[in-house]
């Protein structure tokens, strides 16, 4: 998302929500998302951190967020979006953060690069 459509997106979110905070946003991730990336966005720090950088939620937003960088440096950038909001657009500190499941869509992030079937070294 360029500046100027965040910009926008910020404005018009503004607008529509009337300073109504949401009790609930519910988010997807794909299927196949490995269970190594499930288990960092469904820590509470991850829900926080959301809370924290999200100012605001649209149902249709796209997220794309980083989870982290396996011990091998294989970094996760996992693909959020926003499926339901409960209440206003505003995302505070007791905005409920919760997970849906979505179809896959052929993200590939997991701990590959340690396992037999992840990149060889010649």
Not at 42 to 48: D, L, V
Not at 71 to 96: M, Q
Request: with cysteine; charged share 35%; glycine share 10%.
């Amino acid at each position: 998302m360029t500046a100027d459509s965040r910009a926008q997106s910020d404005r018009q979110h503004r607008t529509d929500s009337r300073g109504e905070t949401a009790a609930r946003v519910v988010v997807s991730y794909p299927a196949d998302l490995s269970e190594w990336g499930r288990f960092q966005i469904e820590k509470p720090s991850f829900r926080a951190f959301l809370r924290k950088t999200r100012d605001h939620a649209r149902e249709g937003d796209r997220w794309e967020e980083f989870v982290g960088v396996g011990c091998c440096g294989n970094s996760l950038d996992v693909p959020l979006r926003v499926e339901a909001v409960e209440g206003g657009a505003l995302i505070d500190a007791d905005t409920e953060i919760s997970y849906e499941i979505r179809e896959a869509c052929g993200i590939e992030g997991s701990w590959r690069v340690q396992s037999e079937d992840g990149p060889s070294r010649a």
